[in-house]
């Protein structure tokens, strides 16, 4: 099958899906939020969880390239181009699982007419649509072939690289100032934030950049995947360090948080927790640390999934052990507010969180991601293809000069 038979079969299977999910979510808007795994006990989920993964995933990317031309690492500017481009499609995906999760999109307009300047959710729609922004801005120099274009990318790369670190940060701080959810309020929320989308995002684009190599698309360097691995490997060591110390504050004797890390190591988000230590973080530390295997493709693709896959499981025990335990105590409990709850009787009562994503709720976001990785290899095939990332990007001066 040739290359333009395979993104044909590709394109009409992410699309096939992109339908899906948007019946599913037509639905949703017809029979309301109640169709979800969601209650007044725990109303956030899903969409939520996917929101939170792809903000880190996108501004991972951004970060990576933008860095490349603040501190002039040549061979990170190889690769600048795919990371904008997979970076402007992840805040895409990311602001579509808000706006899905707010359960009408009529409600879309509150946010102007009636924005609140306290609220930490205000802040993170300023920065996202800011974010936004610079990505078209940053895709749009970087595409260009007029002279002076490189001097330009520089200059916004000046600007992209806080915005991308403070994207992650103000998504942090809307549960880091939650007050009200012990695990959620923490000093370091937005630096666990912030390195977890390094490590995210890195793998992301290697596995994007392997990817893309392996269609024809965009050529890349062995050493150069190889060097990318290796930075991996240090933003996986930071993001356990940096979780290391938030357990061992919760778990020293007397401190606050010792009720919610026993639901997190040993209660219901246990799985999801030690997925993400075992599987995501020691497993591809093991693997990268060692040169040899970062000059294994192989290697590298399976570290780099399970970093994916740990970050992941990272923002489920994140965002739901803080909704286990409501902070209303004592019988009959809390109102679910859910559909079948309405029926009355005491099955609309819980003593404690619980959630589950329904159908609706899974096929409304695998249709949302199929669309943003049909928008990613659109872009990338229009964008990429007769690029050679073995040849640096043209330093301000060349364009000047060009």
């Known amino acids: 099958m040739g290359t333009s038979a395979k993104f044909k079969t590709a394109a009409g299977v992410l699309g096939a899906l992109t339908a899906a999910g948007i019946a599913a979510w037509i639905y949703q808007l017809a029979n309301g939020l109640g169709v979800t795994g969601m209650s007044n006990g725990t109303s956030w989920g899903l969409y939520i969880t996917m929101f939170m993964f792809f903000v880190g995933l996108s501004a991972g990317g951004l970060i990576v390239a933008?860095?490349?031309?603040?501190?002039?690492?040549?061979?990170?500017?190889?690769?600048?181009?795919?990371?904008?481009?997979?970076?402007?499609?992840c805040i895409c995906v990311a602001g579509m699982f808000v706006l899905i999760d707010l359960g009408g999109i009529q409600r879309v307009w509150r946010i102007v007419t009636g924005p609140s300047p306290a609220s930490p959710l205000f802040w993170d729609i300023c920065v996202i649509m800011l974010y936004l922004v610079i990505n078209i801005v940053y895709l749009r120099f970087m595409t260009s072939k007029k002279p002076g274009a490189a001097d330009k990318v520089a200059v916004v790369s000046r600007f992209a690289l806080p915005v991308a670190i403070l994207v992650h940060s103000v998504?942090?701080?809307?549960?880091?100032?939650?007050?009200?959810?012990?695990?959620?309020?923490?000093?370091?929320?937005?630096?666990?934030?912030?390195?977890?989308?390094?490590?995210?995002?890195l793998a992301l684009l290697i596995l994007s950049l392997m990817g893309l190599d392996k269609a024809g698309?965009?050529?890349?360097?062995?050493?150069?995947?190889?060097?990318?691995?290796?930075?991996?490997?240090?933003?996986?060591?930071?993001?356990?360090?940096?979780?290391?110390?938030?357990?061992?504050?919760?778990?020293?004797?007397?401190?606050?948080?010792?009720?919610?890390?026993?639901?997190?190591?040993?209660?219901?988000?246990?799985?999801?927790?030690?997925?993400?230590?075992?599987?995501?973080?020691?497993?591809?530390?093991?693997?990268?640390?060692?040169?040899?295997?970062?000059?294994?493709?192989?290697?590298?693709?399976?570290?780099?999934?399970?970093?994916?896959?740990?970050v992941f499981f990272k923002r489920v025990w994140l965002l739901?052990?803080?909704?286990?335990?409501?902070?209303?105590?004592?019988?009959?409990?809390?109102?679910?507010?859910?559909?079948?709850?309405?029926?009355?009787?005491?099955?609309?009562?819980?003593?404690?969180?619980?959630?589950?994503?329904?159908?609706?709720?899974?096929?409304?976001?695998?249709?949302?991601?199929?669309?943003?990785?049909?928008?990613?290899?659109?872009?990338?095939?229009?964008?990429?293809?007769?690029?050679?990332?073995?040849?640096?990007?043209?330093?301000?001066?060349?364009?000047?000069?060009?």
């Open 320 to 402: 739901l052990t803080s909704f286990v335990e409501f902070n209303v105590a004592g019988a009959p409990g809390v109102s679910l507010g859910t559909t079948a709850a309405q029926q009355g009787g005491t099955g609309m009562w819980a003593m404690l969180g619980t959630y589950a994503p329904t159908w609706v709720e899974i096929v409304v976001a695998v249709g949302v991601v199929s669309l943003g990785a049909l928008a990613f290899i659109v872009l990338a095939r229009r964008l990429l293809v007769g690029r050679d990332a073995t040849r640096a990007v043209p330093s301000p001066a060349a364009g000047e000069a060009a």
């Open 66 to 89: 933008s860095s490349a031309s603040v501190f002039h690492v040549a061979d990170y500017k190889k690769v600048a181009l795919p990371a904008v481009i997979l970076s402007t499609v």
């Open 171 to 201: 998504t942090a701080w809307i549960f880091g100032l939650e007050m009200a959810r012990e695990g959620w309020y923490s000093a370091i929320m937005a630096p666990l934030f912030v390195v977890s989308a390094m490590d995210s995002g």
């Open 217 to 310: 698309w965009f050529k890349v360097e062995k050493g150069l995947l190889s060097k990318l691995a290796g930075l991996l490997a240090a933003c996986i060591a930071i993001d356990a360090f940096f979780i290391g110390c938030e357990v061992l504050t919760m778990a020293y004797p007397g401190a606050a948080g010792a009720e919610t890390l026993a639901i997190m190591a040993t209660g219901a988000t246990a799985p999801f927790f030690w997925f993400e230590i075992v599987a995501g973080l020691l497993v591809p530390f093991c693997i990268l640390v060692f040169s040899k295997n970062r000059a294994r493709m192989g290697l590298v693709a399976a570290a780099s999934v399970l970093v994916v896959a740990g």
